[in-house]
Structure formats: C-alpha cells, structure tokens
C-alpha cells in the first residue's frame, strides 16, 4: 500500500507521446491487484475460466501492455516481489484481515442482491496468489517480456534497475520507489484514463503523472534520508506511524528538527524501536543485481495454446494481442536484432 505523500507530492502530467519508446520498470504485483479490482463480473468477483481459474489480471496484463508497446513503443519490464521482508509482517496480518471482512461483507451483498456493495467489497477482498504470478510470468515469458525477479520488494527492485539507468523510470501506484531512490516515478500509466475507488465504489478520470526525485527534494528543501524519515513518521508498510502526524506535519518537523534522532522526546519516543532497520530498508535495500532487461522473440503457437486452448481465451482477441506484439517487434523501438 505504500505512504502517503500527496499532500506535499511535487509531480507533472505525462502526455503518452513523452513516453514513446521509453523503458519502464513496472511493479508487476501493484499492477496485477489494479487488473483484479477493475475487471470483474456483475456481483464484483473476478473472471474465471471454465475451471474456475482467475484470469483477470491476465486478460488487463495482456490487453494493455501489448497496446503500450504497440502504440506508443513503451516497453514495460516486469518486475515481481520476492519474499517479504520480516519488517512487514504487521502489514500483511492487517491487510489479511481486511480482506477477510470484505469478503464477509462481499458474501451478505451478494446475498440481499445489493451488486453494488458486493461491488465495492470485491476490490477489498482480492489476493494475488503464487499461482496466479506464475501465469502473468508465463504469458510474459510467451510475449517475450522482460521479467525481474526481486529478493524482497518489488518496487525497491525496480528503483534500483532505474538508479542505474537501465530503464527511464520506475513505474508503479504508490510512491515508495521514489523513497528506494528511483530517479523517476511514473503513475497512472493507463489509456483508458480511470480508476476504480472499491472503498468509494467510483471510478476517478486519470492522466499519467511523472514525480522525480531530484526535483521534489528539492522543493521540499529535503535529502533523500530525510524523506525516508518523514515516511517513517507517517507511516511506511514497515512501521506504523505516529498517530497525528500527517505528510504536511511531518515535513514541518524535518524541516526543523532535521532528522528523527532529534526530535522532541514525547515524538521521538513514539518511533519504532527498530528505527534504523526501517531506514536501511528504505537507502539500501536487498536487490537483486543479476537481471536480463532483452526483449525476446514472441512465441505465437504458445500464446495460443496457454490462453486459448488452455484457459478458453477469445482467438480473435489473441489475435489482436500477436497483431500488437508483431508490430512492437517491427519497430524502431522493440530493441530487438532483426532476427529475432
């Protein structure tokens, strides 16, 4: 889920035509949940397969990176989480029990006939599983898509890919890729330019938004370990924060005190114990440095048979993701060698 930066974020908007033939680092296991809370049934559960196996995040994953690559020659590298880190067992337990009370909720919904509650509970209750990783791995690996395996956290993965200018940005939701010291985040990277609120039940218009990191210490008046500390004092998915201090108010304390080791004794008692953990989490996380960012020659026959024979996928809709990859693969921007 990440911190909350909004309030005191420094960005700009993104027109596609700036993004073309540009290489992203995506946060796959951010980019899957999006797919399961958007593309549902009537009652807000997700599509199945005539085996009861989930497929919406493959159908999101194919249908729109292929239209990324197709018409805008961006190039996503997929990058998907490892084991967490034990900083974030609090976290997990908590969205667990989450999920469960929406599923509960989404059941009695559904129950009374209310689909538009059991709409919005759906988007609260969805789980990632290994399974259904290792199927958005697959189709990848048939498109020939880059795919970076993390050691721990994915958007720390792919801050690290981008630091070392591998790829022009991290891409991903949430802001904490700009806190593991990637150099650009981009948001909201979608066409369709809407995304569901399941807590609000609504859809929200959306335009792609670009945070560097650079450019919002420097509004901040901050260094990159001091915006590590003012996510601590909020809140990060390794610790809870203090209750009371918001982004706005947490910027004020930095700015004053300087860092977390300087705070008054009635705040700084309210830091977690483990403080410098929590720090070393963020400014030098477990990376792995052994990735493949080649794009590889797309397997036609395999696509078909993994989405269409396999999990009954629409031919012509297939058709139309092989059309896509065909075009990326003729183009300037594809990277590939001619005979490939």
Known sequence: ????LAPIIVKRRLTFEELRGRTL???ANNLLYQFLSLIRSKDGSPLTDSQGRITSHIIGLVMRSTRLM???GIRSVFVFDGKPSDLKHATLAERHRSREKAREEWKQAVGRG???????????MNSL?????????RVLELLGIPIVQATQEGEAQAAYIAANGDVWAANSRDYDSVLFGSPRLVRYLTISGQEYLPSKGISRPLTPEL?????????????REQLVDLAILVGTDFNAGIQGVGPKKALKLLRTHGDLD??????????????DEVREAFLNPSVNHDYDLQFKRLDEQGLIQFLCNERGFDHERISLVINRM?????????GLSPWL
């Open 211 to 223: 945070i560097e990191l650079e450019r919002l210490l420097d509004s901040l008046g901050l260094t």
């Open 70 to 72: 197709a018409e805008y």
């Open 262 to 275: 300087n705070l008054p004794q009635g705040l700084k008692e309210n830091l977690p114990v483990n403080l």
């Open 114 to 124: 209310d689909y538009r509650t059991a709409w919005s509970r759906a988007g609260r």
């Open 326 to 334: 065909k075009r990326f693969h003729t183009s300037k921007h594809s």
């Open 25 to 27: 680092a995506v946060d």
């Open 1 to 4: 889920m990440g911190f909350n």
């Open 129 to 137: 599983t290994q399974d259904m990783q290792n199927d958005a791995k």
